[in-house]
């Protein structure tokens, strides 16, 4: 069988939600690379369907475009190549990468040339068709905010869009004793699922297909069965001392109310996919603060933004 691969250029400010358009389509690796201002998508379909499947892509794309007007028309570059270079080919673009002060991402394809190193935690990851690999700048800034919760001593973590699953097994992998990982995306769940295991972490990491007005939801009626009123979280683990979601600014807002009931009032939320200098980051920030958080601590690297919020009244006060 030959495969095609398609390369397409973005803004980084849109490179997640292109990226997800993508994944909705295609059934084997996506990878991306940052070529000077701009985020390199990299892409691979079967030839057998290449081309219902590329109009499926542009009708996606049309909504990626008017989310963010700045990205161009669907017009990839496309070459073909051979099954057996199709099955490396995007592996190339992912290599162990250090984070934060601990933690060594390790793709598994990586796994015997990366020995452990005795001053870091290693997470083997196989991202499959899920976001996240620690590659891209917004991944990182998540998973530096969680190492650092988890050594301040959250054990009970949400990790909302899991994609493949990295945020949830690094907390569990630093300390964490009770970690729910949602998504939406049954492929994310899979991989996540399968990642956790690779880890060693499944006792603790639960995976659920899931948004997160559904954990609510479910507490609710199971209140309700009980003859009460409305029930906070009631799976082991929620609320959670931190919750922490990796995804588009706009989607953090509409979520807002539902992170913010599914963590502790002593607890933290740490948001990540923010792009800096852009409205999106403050109507973030306004939104959150209007339902008590402010923020305790912001990081920026390669244009990207993430934040570590406390809500107003728990300043000061341990998790």
């Known amino acids: 069988m030959r495969w095609l691969e398609m390369v397409i250029d973005v803004p980084p400010h849109a490179a997640e939600a292109a990226a997800a358009a993508i994944l909705d389509v295609v059934e084997a690796g996506l990878a991306w690379e940052t070529r000077g201002d701009l985020v390199r998508l990299r892409a691979y379909l079967p030839e057998e369907d290449f081309e219902a499947r590329y109009r499926a892509l542009g009708e996606r794309w049309r909504g990626v475009r008017q989310a963010f007007p700045a990205v161009g028309p669907w017009a990839p570059a496309v070459r073909a190549i051979r099954e057996e270079d199709w099955a490396e080919a995007w592996k190339q673009y992912f290599h162990p990468i250090r984070v934060g002060r601990r933690l060594l991402v390790v793709p598994s ?59 949830a097994i690094a907390a569990a992998l630093l300390g964490a004793e009770r970690v729910t990982a949602i998504d939406v995306d049954p492929a994310a769940v899979r991989v996540a699922r399968e990642n956790a295991e690779r880890n060693g972490v499944s006792a603790c990491v639960e995976v659920l297909q899931a948004a997160p007005e559904e954990l609510l939801r479910s507490a609710d009626e199971a209140a309700a069965d009980a003859g009460g009123g409305p029930a906070e979280p009631g799976r082991p683990g ?22 913010d009931s599914l963590t502790l009032p002593e607890g933290r939320i740490a948001l990540s996919g923010l ?19 402010q923020v305790e601590e912001r990081r920026e690297a390669e244009g990207w933004v993430a934040l570590l919020l406390r809500r107003a009244d728990a300043a000061g006060r341990g998790l």
């Open 238 to 259: 929620l609320p959670a001392d931190l919750t922490v979601a990796n995804i588009t600014a706009d989607v953090l807002v509409g979520m807002a109310p539902h992170l």
């Open 275 to 293: 792009v800096a200098g852009t409205s999106g980051t403050e109507d973030v920030v306004r939104r959150y603060a209007e339902l008590g958080w």
């Open 109 to 167: 394809w990586h796994l015997d040339a990366s020995p452990p190193a005795p001053d870091r935690v290693r997470l083997v990851l196989d991202p499959g068709m899920a976001f996240g690999t620690g590659q891209h700048a917004s991944t990182r800034l998540a998973l530096e905010m969680v190492e650092r919760a988890v050594e301040e001593g959250a054990r009970a973590v949400l990790d909302v869009g899991t994609g493949s699953g990295i945020l």
